[in-house]
């Protein structure tokens, strides 16, 4: 109850701060002109995403009797049972099931003719051209594994490639390569065999290093799960296209086949690019599935952080994920797409949550700096006036009151993000309606599921709020250490800058996970949704699950307010 | 017996290599006035933060109402403090002040809050920004403060520094009300030596962080000890021969003027004795010294004891 009381206190007594009313000042200023500054500008049509629909070859095929009016309803279907068949058959794939060691026996039997070569010197002519021929046969048969577009069922590193040929390439430069060479070499015997001795000591310990790299190449294996998996999305995909082929029909007879008023013309063909749709978004989640194991496979082995995945994994589990969910669900492409990126390649026009979403992120930004400001000088602030020595000397303990003025901020900053969000939703559905569409979030990049626009926007202003008082927190730990008001906001400002900088500049790179300032921009797990448009849209965080994370920056806010609350204790005032 | 109210035991502060206060040992009881006299840097201040928890002790106890200060909740419940200056924010209002201040208290509701306004004159006075307040104000707000919780213990750290003369006399007289009124125990320091001497009942002189003396009002107001008396005249040695054959008081010549110890009934006589003996008698008035005669000898003792 005292507590309770005592952080009723503080808020009054921060909001009746003269500052307060100077940075709201600004803050509605900042809002005003940025919603000025807001173009609902159209979007770009999804339909200019899918090729192919003419509305012409449909009527050709009506007339000339075709049983489909989809001329290439077959071919589509053919080609997506075709990645669906690679993927079952991947373990089974016998053009590269041998790689392994077809590779090392080449690579073995090539030196050991060179060998031979340099032993049985009369031979030489005819070796070196054999040699010859057959590095060249090898090469393009690396070549071919690696622009392949089959899936490879073997672990094999692309640098494992460059070293390969780097070192053929290498020794059949050093080596005699033409007739003439060779020929003239031939004249003098001993001349030759001095050569090819010397060659072949200088890359014998490469050659020795290259077998035991083909020998140690592991093959991939899909496990049962996996082909579950793909068997099952198989039925969902061609079922959806069934399903879709008989509402093309349908529309066709129906309202195209003797008609063609325009406005049917453009739904039958928003129809049809979803049809296509459904096609090429099955095999990128084929592929994508192929590439995730292929990925998961390689990570486990070389390229491990502490439960963090690799960004590439990560994207391509968010868009397996928000497709497979469409196809499974049925939803059509062109209403996935809405859900996909709900703000800038939506075809829906602008709406409540596109106005809501822009202006909160130059709230947000503003009132970080102004809680910033705020939470500097809470401790700071006061112990310089003196006005700490005035509440310590009353019956309440220094945590306690760490606490009442942690909460005192906390509560503004929620408050002001609650309030701000739905000021800006009410002002946005009085221009720009409201939307009923249901978005599809991927979450954590690997869970799909729908959710109203509404409880997006709520979650979002949860996730401005965490990372506000993220740096309420770090804020107040500065200022703790500071008796100067001035350092304390000048070094909370730093740090907050510092924040902004490494999460946009260094989003990319891996020890950006490291720094705790990534973790406290939670929206980043929700792809799929409207979050990839939040304010510092760049940003691509580098992969780390949500639980992880969430754990990482509640241990860092942890140690933070032990920190704080230890030194305030013991501080002398 | 009168109930203890402080109770400092062994306190002692070190900073560093430096020692601010060593070993300190002294008792307030309930209802008296307590001066805390000390130079600069005797040691008062760190004595008064020790006390009211702001700093920590190197060792000692210091215990409030029979609380130790360790547990800070129970032991501040009984004080109301001014450490070194009053602070408020003053962008409130004196009325917005004391809210935010009640706050830390489960028992201070409103009526409280305009009592002790009423109390130190700025119920008038109480819809205005503290900004606004002259420093005698402030230091009776700050008073108020202190107060709202009716506490046990007083404790005021020169409570009137910065104040002109009629701030001073303004603050005395309202400390006096305030003992009267509420039976508080009033712990204050200050160097304003002539302040205290007519304001406590009991003094405590620390110097290099030690306790060099304590006594009480009695002790400086004897006969042997003080001089309460000046009288300016034409003729100064033959007036002295006069005190001293009429009335066996010896007096010090400076000047014009002597000065002597006089108890109040006997001045007007001695008055007349010198007037019928043809001495003009320019003036008589008090002579407040005693106690910073007594702080100095109190200092100077020490310093030849520890010599």
């Known amino acids: 109850m005292k507590f309770i009381k005592l952080t009723w206190a503080e808020i009054k007594k921060i909001i009746f701060r003269p500052a307060f009313y100077i940075m709201v000042g600004c803050l509605f200023v900042a809002i005003i002109v940025s919603a000025f500054i807001f173009s609902p500008a159209e979007r770009s049509a999804y339909t200019s995403q899918i090729s192919g629909s003419s509305i012409t070859v449909m009527h050709n095929n009506f007339n000339s009797g075709n049983s489909s009016i989809i001329d290439s309803k077959e071919y589509l279907q053919n080609e997506l049972n075709e990645e669906f068949d690679k993927a079952t058959n991947f373990n089974n794939q016998s053009n590269h099931q041998e790689l392994v060691s077809r590779v090392s026996v080449i690579f073995k039997s090539y030196f050991y003719n060179l060998e031979t070569a340099i032993e049985n010197a009369q031979y030489t002519t005819k070796l070196l051209t054999d040699i010859y021929d057959e590095s060249s046969s090898l090469l393009q048969y690396f070549d071919s594994i690696k622009n392949s577009s089959q899936p490879v069922n073997y672990l094999f590193k692309s640098k494992d490639f460059e070293n390969f040929s780097a070192l053929l390439r290498n020794i059949r430069a050093s080596l005699p390569s033409t007739k003439e060479d060779i020929n003239n070499l031939q004249n003098d015997r001993n001349a030759l065999i001095t050569k090819v001795k010397l060659i072949w000591t200088s890359y014998k310990a490469e050659v020795d290093n290259m077998i035991k790299v083909c020998e140690s190449i592991q093959k991939i294996e899909f496990d049962e799960q996996f082909l579950k998996d793909i068997q099952e999305f198989k039925i969902y995909a061609n079922a959806m296209l069934a399903v879709q082929a008989a509402e093309l029909e349908k529309y066709y007879n129906q309202n195209i086949a003797y008609d063609n008023d325009r406005t049917q013309v453009l739904e039958f063909r928003a129809m049809l690019n979803d049809y296509k749709a459904t096609v090429e978004t099955s095999k990128i989640v084929i592929n994508n599935m192929i590439n995730i194991e292929k990925l998961k496979y390689k990570s486990g082995n070389e390229n491990s952080y502490l439960g963090f995945e690799e960004i590439s994994v990560y994207k391509l589990k968010e868009e397996t994920a928000f497709y497979k969910y469409a196809i499974t669900n049925r939803i059509p492409y062109s209403k996935a797409m809405t859900a996909l990126n709900f703000q800038q390649n939506s075809h829906l026009k602008t709406n409540c949550y596109d106005f809501a979403y822009y202006l909160m992120a130059v709230s947000s930004l503003m009132l970080t700096i102004i809680m910033i400001y705020l939470a500097s000088l809470s401790f700071a602030g006061e112990k310089h006036d003196g006005l700490m020595r005035m509440n310590i000397t009353k019956p309440c303990s220094r945590t306690k009151l760490y606490f009442a003025k942690i909460s005192a901020l906390l509560a503004i900053s929620f408050v002001a993000h609650l309030a701000l969000g739905l000021i800006f939703l009410a002002i946005g559905a009085c221009i720009y309606g409201a939307s009923g569409a249901t978005l599809i979030a991927v979450f954590s990049g690997s869970k799909a599921f729908a959710v109203a626009p509404f409880w997006n926007f709520i979650y979002k202003i949860f996730s401005l709020f965490i990372a506000n008082g993220f740096y309420i927190i770090i804020a107040c730990f500065i200022s703790i250490l500071f008796s100067n008001p001035v350092f304390s906001v000048v070094i909370s400002y730093l740090v907050y800058i510092f924040a902004l900088l490494t999460n946009t500049l260094l989003a990319k790179t891996a020890f950006v996970k490291f720094l705790p300032f990534i973790h406290a921009e939670h929206s980043f797990f929700f792809g799929g949704g409207s979050w990839s448009n939040a304010f510092l849209s760049n940003l691509i965080y580098s992969g780390a699950s949500y639980a992880l994370s969430l754990c990482y920056l509640i241990a860092f806010i942890a140690i933070l307010i032990t920190a704080s609350t230890q030194i305030f204790k013991r501080q002398d005032l | ?307």
């Open chain 2, 1 to 307: 017996m009168k109930k203890v109210v402080l109770k400092v035991n062994n306190l002692s502060k070190v900073y560093k290599e430096r020692s601010a206060v060593e070993c300190l040992n002294f008792c307030l009881y309930e209802g008296e006035i307590v001066g805390f006299i000390g130079s600069n840097g005797a040691g008062k201040s760190t004595t008064i933060k020790l006390i009211t928890g702001l700093i920590k002790p190197t060792t000692g106890e210091v215990y409030i109402c029979g609380q130790d200060i360790k547990n800070r909740e129970k032991a501040l419940a009984n004080i109301g403090a001014i450490v070194e200056a009053p602070h408020f924010y003053e962008y409130l209002t004196a009325k917005q002040n004391l809210e935010y201040f009640a706050s830390y208290f489960d028992k201070v509701d409103k009526n409280r809050i305009e009592e002790m306004l009423k109390l130190v004159g700025l119920f008038d006075r109480k819809d205005d920004k503290v900004g606004k307040y002259s420093l005698g104000m402030k230091q009776r707000l700050g008073i108020a403060q202190a107060l709202l919780n009716n506490p046990k213990l007083l404790i005021l750290d020169e409570p009137t520094n910065g104040l002109d003369a009629e701030g001073i006399v303004e603050i005395r007289h309202f400390l006096q009300d305030i003992a009267k009124k509420t039976n508080v125990t009033i712990f204050i320091s200050s160097h304003i030596l002539s302040e205290l001497q007519n304001l406590c009942d009991r003094f405590i002189i620390i110097d290099n962080g030690k306790i060099k003396d304590e006594f009480t009002k009695q002790t400086i107001s004897s006969k042997s000890m003080a001089i309460n008396t000046f009288i300016n005249v034409d003729k100064p040695t033959l007036a002295s021969q006069l005190l001293k054959a009429h009335f066996n008081i010896s007096s010090k010549q400076k000047e014009n003027k002597l000065y002597f110890f006089a108890e109040k009934e006997n001045r007007a006589k001695i008055i007349k004795l010198l007037t019928s003996n043809k001495i003009e008698v320019y003036g008589i008035g008090n002579v407040k010294v005693a106690l910073e005669q007594k702080f100095l000898s109190s200092i100077k003792h020490n310093d030849k004891g520890a010599k």
